[in-house]
């Protein structure tokens, strides 16, 4: 009888297996051809629909640094204008005639002795053929910003996409507070603040992760709410996908990490808390998630080389290498630490000066200090575990990417919102507020 039940067990799990392998497959399948009809559709509106304000655009990028700073000294309010001119130059120069074959190569204009804000606009006003190869990314934000070209030029994109992320991100943090996730409400915050996320939408290249990410965030809630844990794999993975889709190599971690740590906190402490699992739910996401956002680059990779008829192997395995640890002229250890320092230099208020550097580290020793003289007797090690693991994801990531990490710290530094959120997590499982409630009662009486 038990080898019978054992035997039954085994091939309904295996049948249950078959089902989610199938069900992700096509999912994914279903959203690269979506991915790819939306870039041709995309590449067929013409040219003379965006001219005028595409020549606004460029004359408007022309005019700025291509990586200026807002406030003079901080580099975590650095603005790259380098992406966003490649980028509305990929845009510009799409094929109507050969759309595949264009959106596969995302070409655009570029010459070695001008920058390319100057590039862009020689691009829009003088018309010379595109020349330069941008195959390895999706450039999958063109879908969004082209046709938007169609009714405004870049200064007022910029604006819609700040008021985008304020409503979403907003919205966020009050669905979570109506979901008495207090600390994560509040450390969200301050990985907001921490963040200076206000510097975000001025520049298209930081925007599309603060977008998915909340949106990513809000649908896993929604899961949690209904108790539908077998949801969670499909949202991250669609949220890998469409990451992959529209960033530039920024903080994509955040679409994964942020959105988790919300899920294990409301999941960890909400009315379903008995039907979900602390391990496989945070594992299924992170698996998902890598598997949709990892995927999605092999399959443009895969779809261009088929496209064009030859291999982009070589191509990929060149930038994957610099990202890696291309040569910038310091020893191993100040390189691969430097990605990481770098990045907390970046972060606010640690990047204003030594006063900043004070206060912020003043602020850290306060949480620990709360953490650790009103601890409770009673702590959750395990829940403590999962969000340190998630919070140290950024760092895995400058620590893989160094050399990306360390030349672009001025907006890799934002993927430690989760880190920050992951501290408030492990505070708030680590502190009983009664010793605050009986301090504040002894002093009432004294």
Known sequence: MKLNKSYTDCRHKGKSIFKN???????????????????????LIPVSAIQDNMQESA??????????????????????????SILLGIAYQYDEENPLESVMMSSYYHTSYLNENDNLYQAVTKHPAANQKYMRY?????????????????????????????ILN???????????????????AVGYIAAAVWFVPYSLEY?????????????AVRSCDKGRWYNIGIIFLLSGMITNYFDFLTTETVTLSVPLLIVICIGMN??????????????????????GYAGTWCAKWITASAVMHTSMLPYVT????????????????????????????????????????????????????????????????????????????????????????YLHCFFTYRAQIATILAM?????????WRWFADGAAKRTKS
């Open 59 to 84: 004359q408007y990028l022309k005019n700025c640094e291509l990586f200026g700073t807002v406030i003079d000294g901080a580099e975590g309010s650095r603005i790259d204008r380098y992406a966003d």
């Open 138 to 166: 999706w450039h999958g934000s063109t879908v969004i910003v082209r046709p938007m070209l169609m009714f405004m030029q870049l200064k007022n994109i910029y604006f819609f996409n700040a008021v985008m992320v304020a």
């Open 270 to 291: 909400g009315r379903y808390k008995e039907s979900f699992s602390p391990v496989k739910i945070p594992v299924k996401a992170a698996v998902t998630w890598t598997a």
């Open 424 to 432: 408030f997590l492990i505070t708030g499982s680590l502190v009983d």
């Open 170 to 188: 907003a919205a966020l943090i009050v669905m979570i507070i109506r979901r008495k996730a207090y600390y994560a409400a509040v450390g969200l």
């Open 318 to 405: 060149e930038h994957v290498d610099e990202r890696i640890g291309g040569d910038i002229g310091v020893g191993t250890v100040q390189y691969i630490t430097g990605a990481v320092v770098n990045n907390i230099k970046c972060l606010f208020p640690a990047g204003y000066g030594k006063a900043g550097v004070w206060l912020f580290a003043a602020v850290i020793l306060f949480i620990i200090y709360i953490g650790y003289v009103y601890h409770s007797n009673d702590i959750c090690w395990h829940s403590i575990i999962i969000y340190g693991i998630v919070g140290l994801i950024p760092y895995a990531r400058y620590l893989v990417l160094h050399n990306h990490s």
């Open 21 to 43: 392998v199938i069900m992700y497959t096509g999912v994914f399948a279903a959203g690269i051809g979506v991915m790819i009809l939306l870039l041709v559709l995309t590449a």
């Open 207 to 219: 925007t599309w992760v603060f977008i998915i990410m909340p949106v990513t965030a809000m649908c």
